[in-house]
């Protein structure tokens, strides 16, 4: 089977009616089994044998010679009349077959299926909710480890038309085991392998990519990547990345969904901040003190951060399958705040996930306040494999969210200092890192 997209034809008809050929490249798969038009796999950034082609608007007569160009290994014969236009392409299935050249030199006709890449591509979603409302939005991802990148793959699958994306790190031989890339994309920045991933999902999608690490001196760049961004997602592994995407998107107004685990992914949380509504991730770690035995150790970084003067702590990332809860939810909620005022059949969900942070429980840990919880299938209270909703309030006096320096300038009967920062960074608890919420990787 040979498989060329619609789009690529139409994209160059006048060529192709002018000389009568086109050149295209396509992914040899299965031994020869299925040849795939490059524009489709993106097959640039794969390891899979390419072939060069033409696409030609040959006659497919029967009494035609069997032969191929030199240096053409895969030559697309398209039937078309003389007076065929390209508006009735749309209209009535294109005749095609496919002269294939074999290592021996033989010469195989194979048959052709054009497809419509843009338009079929969401075409069994339609009817749960309208795909163009997301393929114009915009995404920024912070953080593309075994959480942010199944996230970045989920969304693409949902229709998302725009992503931007921020990791610093390389794909090591440790994350494999987890992460959503394989083998062949070691050594690449993460950035770039989730960016051909999102593409082979949706080659229509577009996608910058950022490899910089969120620190203070890249704020305001930082901050107008979140001004440009419809939803953020923030899935990185430490305290100072966090605080920042925090006041970034406070200040730029925009929704922040935070997910992450606990210590060998035994749980984990997704929290989302919305800017004048809900509590932020100053006032999570503020209010919400967790164990610091939790914090998930899922790199020589962070295992080295924390490690003990008389001996090291062990990198324990957990499984993959118990991370994709906290992923999956990140999606969900990511989905229907982009959908917000839209009709949709999930429209439900708003009044089920109400909440601003969700808890989930792979396990029954031993050493922590869940080891004595009921086996799952004999409890209707809080249990393992579920997720629970928490309330929490904004706190006033949030250094971040909150009117912190009038508040506090009151209590002491004092005008606060106009020249007084808002309220971020270590000074004003911005990255107390006595205090933890668990990210994956």
Known sequence: MVIIPFEFITEHWESLITSGRVPISFSVLDDGDAYLATTISNSHATSQRLVNGTLTTSSMSQSDPIELPPKIDLLVRIQLTEKQSITDLEKVDIQADALIKKH??????????????????????????????????????????????????????????????????????????????????????????????????NPYTNVEIYQEKVVLDWLSNFQQLVGRADLV????????????????????????????????????????????????????????????????????????????????????PGLATDIAPMSIMSVKLGILEMLRGTETDLKSLYEDLSAPLYQWLNRREIDTEYSDLDPMDSSDTLRILAWYGIENEKNPTCPVCGDFINIHSAAFNQMPDKDQPSGFGPASGGFDDTQTFPTPE
């Open 233 to 316: 997602f923030c899935c990185t592994d430490n305290r100072e990345s966090r605080a920042i995407t925090n006041h970034a998107c406070i200040l730029e107004n925009r929704v922040c969904i935070y997910g992450g685990t606990f210590r060998r992914a035994y749980g984990g949380q997704v929290l989302r901040v919305i800017p004048n509504r809900t509590m932020c991730y100053q006032c999570f770690i503020d209010t919400l003190v967790g164990d610091p035995n939790d914090q998930e150790i899922s790199n020589p970084v962070q295992a080295s951060s924390i490690a003990y003067a008389d001996r090291p702590v062990k990198i324990e």
């Open 104 to 201: 021996d030199g033989k010469i195989e006709i194979r048959p052709v299926q054009i497809i419509s890449v843009r338009s079929g591509i969401f075409s069994r979603l339609h009817g749960i909710y309208e795909t163009d409302v997301l393929q114009l939005k915009t995404i920024l991802i912070i953080g593309l480890g075994s959480g942010g990148a199944p996230i970045a793959s989920e969304l693409a699958k949902a229709g998302v038309g725009n992503f931007i994306l921020v990791d610093h790190d390389r794909l090591e031989i440790g994350n494999i085991a987890r992460h959503i890339c394989g083998l062949s994309d070691l050594g690449r920045f993460k950035t770039k392998a989730v960016r051909d991933i999102i593409l082979n999902k």
